[in-house]
């Protein structure tokens, strides 16, 4: 009796968490900024050449500060993946992630334009990522 089944478990694999998941699809390679809508306003051109890389825990950036630090750590904050919060305290709602596109939402509250090397827009921020 117990070899019928160990013999009918054998093969079945355990499906994957959704936090599994979306893990998987932003692990799953370098993810290049298309378009940032601030306040329902395009900003692309704000973070021109945004780039982010993540792992199980961690990320990098490229052009992101200061709403991406070049690097930090993230969790997720809710059994759905559907936000992260990062080390620095910001949450980031996850709005949709497959294998060619990342949608990512967040909270900004600091405008930095001007003469400076570092740009940003305080607003709703909703940025669109590809491959």
């Known amino acids: 009796m117990l070899?019928?089944?160990?013999?009918t478990n054998c093969g079945k694999e355990t499906p994957l968490t959704e936090a599994e998941k979306v893990t998987a699809v932003l692990a799953s390679?370098?993810?290049?900024m298309n378009s940032a809508l601030v306040d329902g306003t395009d900003?692309?051109?704000?973070?021109?050449?945004?780039?982010?890389?993540?792992?199980?825990?961690?990320?990098?950036?490229?052009?992101?500060?200061?709403?991406?630090?070049?690097?930090?750590?993230?969790?997720?904050?809710?059994?759905?993946?559907r936000a992260m919060k990062r080390n620095d305290g910001v949450e980031v709602s996850?709005?949709?992630?497959?294998?060619?596109?990342l949608v990512l939402q967040m909270s900004w509250s600091k405008t930095t334009l001007?003469?400076?090397?570092?740009n940003s827009v305080g607003?709703?921020?909703?940025?669109?990522?590809?491959k």
């Open 94 to 101: 996850i709005n949709e992630s497959t294998d060619s596109k």
């Open 43 to 81: 900003q692309s051109s704000v973070y021109q050449g945004l780039t982010l890389n993540f792992t199980a825990t961690g990320f990098t950036s490229t052009n992101g500060e200061p709403i991406w630090p070049a690097t930090g750590t993230w969790q997720f904050t809710n059994d759905n993946a």
């Open 29 to 32: 390679g370098q993810w290049k």
């Open 3 to 7: 070899s019928l089944f160990t013999l």
């Open 123 to 130: 607003g709703q921020h909703i940025i669109t990522f590809g």
């Open 114 to 118: 001007g003469s400076g090397r570092i």
